[in-house]
């Protein structure tokens, strides 16, 4: 399936200020997640907390949810995270006032990644399933990700990982990445092919108040 939505006219990168301290984000969503990283094997940040200090990026479409109230069903997210800079892009399609919820609930789930410090509304396409998936941000230009699954023991199903340090995806299904580009001001880089990724083609999450 594919999902894509236009660059808003008049819209380009900003350099944002952290979120202030507030009242806990409260969300509940369902949909797709992809992500890719510089890690040779299983990304030990998503496992265990670990900093691996790997440079990643990743895309979700929320198929269904809320965000303090706010709907949230059929948008998209993509980010990219070089060193302690988290580069957000959030579904240009969608009225302000999603595209705002879109953006509190995503400071509040990436802030385990760093700081984000870039927020732009973009183009983001969307395609795939069951682990091979195809991302692009301004149609590529930004950011390209390509995956596949890694099948387990029974070469069937791919491998899973359940309780993870991730708070969109408590579970988490093994991938490799088949190419990622990222390139945005001064931040860039490549992702070879065979490191990481992880998906969940069931994301599933919430959090209350």
């Given at each position: 399936?594919?999902?894509v939505?236009?660059?808003?006219?008049?819209?380009?990168?900003?350099?944002?200020?952290?979120e202030?301290?507030?009242?806990?984000?409260?969300?509940?969503?369902e949909?797709?997640?992809?992500?890719?990283?510089?890690?040779?094997?299983?990304?030990?940040?998503?496992?265990?907390?670990?900093?691996?200090?790997?440079?990643?990026?990743?895309?979700?479409?929320?198929?269904?949810?809320?965000?303090?109230?706010?709907?949230?069903?059929?948008?998209?997210?993509?980010?990219?995270?070089?060193g302690?800079?988290?580069?957000l892009?959030?579904?240009a399609g969608?009225?302000a006032?999603?595209?705002?919820?879109?953006?509190?609930?995503?400071?509040?789930?990436?802030?385990?990644?760093?700081?984000?410090?870039?927020?732009a509304?973009?183009?983001?396409?969307?395609?795939?399933?069951?682990?091979?998936?195809?991302?692009?941000?301004?149609?590529g230009?930004?950011?390209?990700l390509?995956?596949?699954?890694?099948?387990?023991?029974?070469?069937?199903?791919?491998v899973a990982?359940?309780?993870?340090?991730?708070?969109?995806?408590?579970?988490?299904?093994?991938?490799?990445?088949?190419?990622?580009?990222?390139?945005?001001?001064?931040?860039?880089?490549?992702?070879?092919?065979?490191?990481?990724?992880?998906?969940?083609?069931?994301?599933?999450?919430s959090?209350?108040?």
């Amino acid at each position: 399936m594919l999902f894509v939505v236009a660059l808003a006219a008049g819209t380009a990168r900003a350099q944002s200020p952290p979120e202030k301290p507030g009242a806990p984000v409260a969300f509940s969503i369902e949909g797709t997640y992809v992500e890719a990283c510089t890690c040779r094997s299983s990304c030990a940040a998503e496992i265990s907390g670990e900093a691996t200090g790997c440079d990643a990026v990743g895309a979700f479409q929320i198929d269904a949810g809320t965000c303090d109230g706010q709907d949230l069903a059929g948008t998209r997210v993509a980010f990219a995270e070089k060193g302690d800079a988290v580069h957000l892009y959030l579904d240009a399609g969608s009225a302000a006032a999603k595209r705002a919820a879109l953006e509190k609930v995503s400071r509040a789930v990436l802030a385990a990644m760093g700081t984000v410090k870039f927020v732009a509304a973009a183009t983001i396409e969307f395609t795939g399933s069951s682990g091979a998936y195809t991302v692009n941000v301004d149609g590529g230009k930004i950011l390209a990700l390509r995956t596949e699954p890694v099948m387990g023991g029974d070469h069937k199903t791919p491998v899973a990982i359940a309780n993870t340090q991730n708070a969109w995806c408590p579970t988490l299904y093994q991938g490799h990445c088949v190419s990622a580009t990222f390139a945005d001001g001064a931040d860039k880089f490549t992702i070879e092919k065979g490191r990481n990724s992880f998906f969940d083609p069931h994301l599933k999450a919430s959090r209350k108040p």
